[in-house]
């Protein structure tokens, strides 16, 4: 067991100091602007193969402004060591409920409450478990029960593990409780099975810390409407028409708008993704469904139009499936054109939100197609992306936002990272009427 990884004269500094970040070059370069240095998490790692990220999230929370104190599972020690944990987070890393050294110096109770809000991440679904049921065996189980602070905790397991009655009444339990549960990513893992579980990235759980230290409200008391994700079109009961859109960029939108206090209705097509946190889902699948979910959403402050709706239905779809007629000769079918969901929303009438925003993914003359959509959908706002490469099923995006007479261009970041961008975006054009 490491006694001290941190010498004892650092930490008293810190402690002692009323702007502990000015001690540490990293923090007072990256120093957020606006937010208190007084802010301070305490960081629980439990024993999952996504400890390692806990490592990055520190170093993120760092450029925030945020101090992070950490404990560690016995089981997290597998992973990570106490020693990158300190060395990370400039504190010292408590990993032992029965080190009277520690308890000495700072005692179980009192680490769990001289903090802003604890954090667990990854949150394993054992630590989850003890959590729901009040079982405190360790220092992680024990200063969770003994905090008064809100509790927030980033899932990382196998799918099955994620998926299984158990784990999921556990997560409601939390809940209930007046903990915020993150939804785990979907993907690959580690243990090479596909769904959700893994650890949501690390700029969604430092937006949801950020949010849960500092409530933005600039968007509080507004409704905003967002489509996103596919419209799926049926030809007969077992065959349909869609596209490649994952819905990840519009749910993350969702996310972003939820974080800062506003209202969020998200009337979304089929999708493998987890439910936004905090919105108000309503699930479709046709086109003319989407629109039918939005008319009766509104009134709106702000409609964004992220889903990839399906321009043409089949005309006759039919009731019964379809069956090979075995020739050579073409098959053809009829399709008509669906509602244009976003035209239509953005008509001058009464209920016509504020603010208007399309999207427009293009492969080719990205900017020409903006304007031109701009002009003939009549919304306020288009912001175009170039799909060319892999964005629609991918994490990563960049986008330029076209309004009538400029254009501003996003980072290439992640679908989190550009949300948030938009979000502000967003806040500002409402603060500034
Ligand atoms: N949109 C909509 N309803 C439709 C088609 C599109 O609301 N039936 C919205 C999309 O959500 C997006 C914008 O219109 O915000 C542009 O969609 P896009 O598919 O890029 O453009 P289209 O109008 O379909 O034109 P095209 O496919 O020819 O590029």
Request: with cysteine; net charge negative.
């Amino acid at each position: 067991m490491i006694k001290r990884a941190v010498p004892r004269r650092a930490a008293l500094l810190y402690f002692d100091c009323g702007f502990p970040f000015l001690q540490c070059p990293s923090y007072r370069l990256n120093f957020r602007k606006g937010f208190p240095v007084s802010q301070s998490i305490l960081l629980i790692i439990s024993g999952g193969i996504a400890a390692y990220k806990s490592l990055e999230l520190i170093r993120e929370l760092g450029r925030a402004g945020v101090k992070t104190r950490t404990i560690l599972t016995r089981a997290a020690t597998q992973f990570v060591t106490p020693l990158s944990v300190s060395a990370l987070s400039g504190e010292k890393c408590f990993t032992d409920l029965f080190d009277l050294d520690d308890e000495a110096e700072m005692g179980h109770i009192e680490l769990s409450r001289s903090t802003d809000l604890v954090v667990v991440c990854p949150a394993t679904a054992d630590l989850m478990a003890k959590a729901a049921n009040g079982l405190a065996d360790d220092l992680a189980s024990t200063t969770l029960l003994a905090t008064d602070k809100q509790v927030l905790f980033a899932p990382a397991m196998n799918v099955r593990m994620w998926q299984h009655p158990s784990v999921q009444k556990n997560v409601e339990t939390l809940r209930a409780q007046g903990s915020v549960v993150l939804d785990p990513d979907e993907g690959l893992m580690a243990c090479g099975e596909f769904g959700p579980g893994r650890l949501p990235e690390i700029d969604r759980i430092k937006s949801a810390i950020l949010a849960a230290l500092k409530p933005d409200t600039s968007l509080s008391g507004k409704h905003i409407l967002i489509t996103a994700g596919p419209t799926r079109e049926p030809i007969d009961p077992v065959r349909f028409l869609s596209n490649h859109s994952s819905g990840r960029q519009g749910y993350a939108i969702a996310n972003a708008l939820s974080a800062r206090g506003a209202k969020v209705t998200l009337v979304s097509g089929p999708v493998s993704i987890a439910p936004p946190t905090g919105a108000d889902l309503v699930n479709v699948e046709t086109a003319e469904q989407m629109l039918t979910a939005c008319e009766t959403a509104l009134p709106a402050d702000v409609f964004i139009s992220v889903a990839a709706v399906a321009d043409w239905r089949p005309a006759n779809a039919s009731d019964t499936k379809l069956k090979l007629k075995g020739g050579k000769d073409p098959v053809s079918m009829e399709f008509v054109e669906n509602p244009d969901i976003l035209k239509t929303l953005s008509k001058k009438s009464k209920s016509r939100p504020g603010l208007v925003i399309g999207f427009a993914a293009e492969t080719h003359e990205v900017e020409k197609y903006a304007r031109e959509k701009l002009r003939k959908k009549g919304c306020d706002w288009i912001i175009a992306n170039d799909v060319s490469g892999d964005v629609m099923g991918g994490t990563d995006n960049q986008v330029s936002l076209y309004t009538e007479d400029d254009v501003e261009v996003s980072p290439d970041a992640s679908k989190d990272q550009i949300a948030d961008w938009i979000a502000e975006r967003i806040a500002k054009a409402l603060n500034a009427d």
